[in-house]
């Protein structure tokens, strides 16, 4: 299976946009797990900061339970912490908590530091092409 149909098996069908950067782990010629990479500038109480914007998050059910999101991720957060300053996401609190992404004011918007900064205060604007 190719990444479009990994992403059709976990999206019920859907064709989603291929991200900015692609992470995926592949077993032979099948893609088993996929993290696509949006890069995107929010602002925080008017302050714009780099984000690493996740997304099309998943892995082929046989291959679940194994770590392979968690190496994924790790390799993700480390390269993107050369131009982001955080990484966002939307998902599911707990299960995103154990890789340090905190919730936000923004109703499922979880985000994780990439390097030291002090996060704004303030509203989050994270406009149109999210």
Avoid at 50 to 64: G, I, P, S
Wanted: aromatic share 10%; proline share 5%; hydrophobic share 45%.
């Amino acid at each position: 299976m190719n990444r479009d149909g990994l992403i059709a098996a976990c999206f019920s069908g859907k064709t989603l946009p291929i991200g900015d950067v692609v992470y995926r782990t592949t077993i032979g010629n099948a893609c088993v797990a996929n993290v696509d990479v949006f890069f995107r500038v929010i602002k925080v109480g008017g302050v714009p900061i780099k984000v690493a914007a996740v997304a099309n998050v998943c892995t082929d059910e046989a291959y679940r339970r194994l770590g392979l999101m968690s190496a994924l991720f790790g390799l993700m957060h480390r390269d993107m912490a050369r131009s982001c300053e955080c990484a966002a996401l939307f998902g599911v609190q707990p299960l995103y908590r154990e890789l340090g992404y905190q919730p936000t004011s923004v109703h499922e918007l979880l985000v994780r530091p990439l390097r030291e900064f002090p996060w704004p205060a303030g509203e989050i604007e994270y406009g149109v092409k999210w």
